[in-house]
């Protein structure tokens, strides 16, 4: 069946440094993909997503490429800041009639200043 | 706009009693409604999925219960609380063929003592 599969971490980084969250994927057919963050205590918010192969995603200085051939999405961010701290999900939707999601494990982020 | 409500945001319930926690979706019209728990440190576990009023799937055994009195109303209940059903409750919300992801409430923690 259609998954998700993520580097689980924990991820400690420098502020400023690159960040790099691998996710991939197996699906049957063209799912939309998703990067979701979870702050401590909150729920989760859409980071961003993808609907077709070679799609780029992006907000707040966070990006991530749809990749067919790799089935990858992996999420990156240039300058990582404290507020970054945070759970990232790495997600799909098989466009099934009630748009199931599926989410990776979720990855946990820390910022270190 | 749409919003999504979810409430209580805290819960200290002795094991053994009932469990009622509610959401709600404004804005919008038959939505796709879910509920996930998150165990502390862990990923998302998909509880009940609903795609119409009277229309609940089920996704893991358990002792917890759905149902949706109102297009835009979503319950989970339980009759009697054990420990293991701690966690954080997330309700969520979609529209069939959009495939946007979701969005999703601020979650309720529940502590089973």
């Known amino acids: 069946g259609d998954s998700v599969t993520q580097m689980e971490g924990p991820v400690t980084l420098s502020e400023e440094a690159f960040l790099t969250i691998n996710c991939t994927y197996t699906?049957?057919?063209?799912?939309?993909l998703f990067w979701y963050v979870q702050y401590p205590g909150e729920g989760l918010q859409l980071l961003l997503k993808?609907?077709?192969?070679?799609d780029k995603g992006s907000n707040k200085g966070f990006e991530a490429t749809y990749r067919k051939e790799t089935t990858s999405f992996h999420l990156e961010k240039g300058s990582v800041q404290v507020s970054d701290s945070a759970v990232y999900f790495c997600?799909?939707?098989?466009?099934?009639?009630?748009?199931?999601?599926?989410f990776g494990p979720g990855t946990s982020l820390s910022v270190i200043p | 706009s749409q919003t999504i409500h979810q409430w209580p945001a805290t819960l200290v319930q002795p094991v053994g009693s009932p469990l009622s926690l509610e959401c709600t979706v404004e804005?919008?019209?038959?939505?796709?409604l879910y509920w996930y728990r998150q165990a502390a440190g862990r990923g998302l576990q998909l509880l009940f999925y609903?795609?119409?009023?009277?229309?609940i799937s089920s996704e893991v055994p358990q002792n917890l219960s759905a149902s949706r009195p109102q297009d835009r109303q979503f319950i989970l209940s339980s009759k009697k609380l054990l420990l293991s059903d701690s966690g954080f409750y997330l309700c969520?919300?979609?529209?069939?063929?959009?495939?946007?992801?979701?969005?999703f409430g601020s979650g309720t923690r529940l502590t089973v003592v």
């Open positions: 993808a609907t077709k192969a070679d």
């Open positions: 804005g919008t019209s038959n939505p796709n």
């Open positions: 609903s795609i119409g009023i009277d229309q």
């Open positions: 969520a919300w979609s529209v069939t063929g959009e495939y946007g992801g979701y969005t």
């Open positions: 997600a799909l939707s098989p466009g099934t009639s009630y748009d199931k999601v599926i």
């Open positions: 699906a049957t057919g063209y799912p939309s």
